[in-house]
């Protein structure tokens, strides 16, 4: 079946400092789907992503897709503390409608 | 707030008993899907129902059941529960049109805890 595997696992950074997540994939990807779980909460559907090289930006929230579809990374620049949480990469398998596979995540510490 | 509601948001139960949780999509979502997050598994699919009907199966155990209602809303069965079933449970809703790739909408979940 097909697998993402997300780095780091975790990440302590001191606030305004950058923040990157990367996954990758042995195989082409088809999408990718980015998801935000905050503290106790749930995910969160950020972004997703379909052509190959493609680079979308939320504020300060950049999401790329390889040339080759086979990684993506999320990059946050300046992080705040409104950052802190998990941020999972996700590839929609089966289909547009079909279920998600997740990556096991990143947990983002943002010291003040 | 996504619009997808679940029920009861903790449960606290023993080992070998069986529980029911709820799900109820967005208004107008047609797709369904379950997932379970534990600390060592990550977030994992076990199930997805379009329109009452079983469309794709995931890591979901023999003890484990779902079904969709003609009002769309979906319960997940728990039975003979074990220790290691402890965990978040998510219910979420995507429309379900062909086409595009659907995004899914997540519900603030359900604690389980088996003692």
């Known amino acids: 079946g097909q697998q993402v595997m997300q780095i780091p696992q975790y990440q302590h950074v001191q606030e305004g400092e950058d923040f990157t997540t990367y996954c990758n994939s042995s195989t082409t990807l088809s999408n990718i789907q980015w998801y935000k779980q905050r503290p106790g909460g749930h995910p969160v559907f950020l972004i997703q992503l379909v052509k190959s090289g493609e680079v979308k930006k939320q504020k300060r929230l950049t999401f790329q897709f390889g040339e080759a579809k086979k990684n993506s990374s999320l990059h946050i620049t300046a992080t705040q503390t409104t950052d802190v949480g998990t941020y999972f990469c996700?590839?929609?398998?089966?289909?547009?409608?079909?279920?998600?596979?997740f990556g096991k995540g990143t947990k983002l510490s943002v010291k003040p | 707030d996504s619009g997808v509601t679940q029920t009861p948001k903790h449960l606290i139960t023993a080992t070998g008993q069986r529980v029911t949780l709820r799900c109820s999509p967005r208004s107008g979502d047609l797709s369904v899907y379950w997932y379970q997050q534990s600390l060592d598994q990550g977030l994992q699919f076990l199930i997805q129902y379009y329109n009452g009907e079983e469309r794709a199966k995931g890591n979901i155990l023999e003890r484990f059941s779902a079904q969709q209602f003609p009002d769309l809303h979906s319960e997940l069965n728990l039975s003979s529960l074990e220790l290691g079933d402890s965990a978040l449970y998510f219910c979420a809703s995507s429309v379900g049109l062909n086409g595009r790739p659907d995004t899914q909408y997540f519900g603030p979940g359900t604690r389980l805890t088996v003692l």
């Open positions: 996700a590839v929609l398998y089966g289909g547009s409608q079909g279920n998600l596979i």
